[in-house]
Structures are given as structure tokens and as C-alpha cells.
């Protein structure tokens, strides 16, 4: 259903392609290249994240796969009946999710986490096209401000039509939902700006739409 949103030979950002090449180079067991979407095929909700990070998705090929952001993103999707397991180290673990899929704004691993905004627009048809497939009624859930500005960019609304704050929820041109947090990063959580009852609160209205 999504294939045809996706270039997993994507070379259009010259420094994330260096990056890649670098990354590679140090760590050839690594998957080191744009990080397909992961998860249900006709979802009711699609999470969208930052980017990969880089002993996480860009390692392991699986958007949360792997690093600290996943375990509690994983966890609470288990604990809400969003997945068959509330672990994602590896890709073939067996991890399945139920009503849910997961992209990210951008595809590819920035360098210390930070795309710049041209790569962040170079990257938003992606994501736009991920969302114009979605079935109706499939709302949306951003983790962190650039998320949430890509959705925005995604329907060509200006970044400042909606503002993102966490648990805020926006309703957007064509009826669907935009739900606002916090990134489960290991910042977020270690400093407490997000807390499991905090992300576990808007992803449970998210999930029950």
C-alpha cells in the first residue's frame, strides 16, 4: 500500500548522504539508509517521529527499533493492545502492530539529530504522500515540534496555523485528527518533561481516536 511513497536510494540531501556514507563506513553491519515506514497496512493512527536515531533506526532499518525513544513508545503501544509485544530491539523480533504504523519526518539519519530545514522540506513529500494513502478516518499523532510541522507542511498549511503544544489536538482540513507530544527521547523523559502518564494520556485519546 505505501511502496510507491518511499525511495529507499534517496540521495536528494548531499550532507545526510555523506552522513550515510560515513556512518556506513564506520559501522558496516549497519542498515545506514533511509528508514522505511513500520506497521499496519490500514491503520487508525500514524505516528509520525523526528528521524532516525542512530544506534536505533539507522542501525536497525525499524523507526524506534533498538534505541531509548522506542521503549517507551513500544511499551505503552503494548500496553494500549497496539502491539503483540512491548519490546523492539531487533527487526525480526516479531513485533506487530494492531491499528497503528509509524514514519518519521525525516527518513534519514541527520547528524547529531539536527536536519536542517531544507532537509526537512526535501524530505515532507514523503510523508505527504504517506498520509494522502492513509484510509479515512486514520488520524495523525506528532512527536515533537518538527513532526508536528511537517503534518503541517504536509497540507500546505503555514507553521503557524496550528500550534504545537503537548496533548494538544487540532483538527485538520480533511477532517483528521492532529495529536501533539512531546518526543519519548531519553532528554524528554531523563529531565522529566515527559513522564510515562504524560505520553501514556495523549497516546491513549490518540488511539481511541
Known sequence: MFDSTFDP????CPRLAEFLDEVKAKHPDYFAAPV??????NPKLLIVGLAPGMH????????????????????????????????????????????????NAVKCLPPQNKPETSEI????????????????GC???????IAHQ??????GLKLGAMKFAHGAVHELPDGRKLYDSYHCSRYNTQTKRLTEAMFRDVMERAVSG
Request: glycine share 12%.
Open 9 to 12: 536510494t534517496c540521495k536528494r
Open 36 to 41: 522505511p515506514a513500520f506497521g499496519d497496512e
Open 56 to 103: 536505533g533506526a539507522n542501525r536497525t532499518g525499524r523507526p524506534f527499533t533498538g534505541d531509548y525513544a522506542g521503549i517507551l513508545l513500544y511499551n505503552t503501544l503494548y500496553e494500549l493492545g497496539c502491539s503483540n509485544i512491548p519490546g523492539s530491539d531487533d527487526p525480526n523480533d516479531g513485533l506487530e502492530l494492531k491499528g497503528v504504523r509509524i514514519s
Open 121 to 136: 522540506r526535501e524530505c515532507n513529500p514523503f510523508i505527504t504522500a504517506e498520509i494522502v494513502q492513509l484510509p479515512k
Open 139 to 145: 488520524n495523525l499523532f506528532a512527536l515533537g515540534l
Open 150 to 155: 511537517a503534518v503541517l507542511r504536509a497540507y
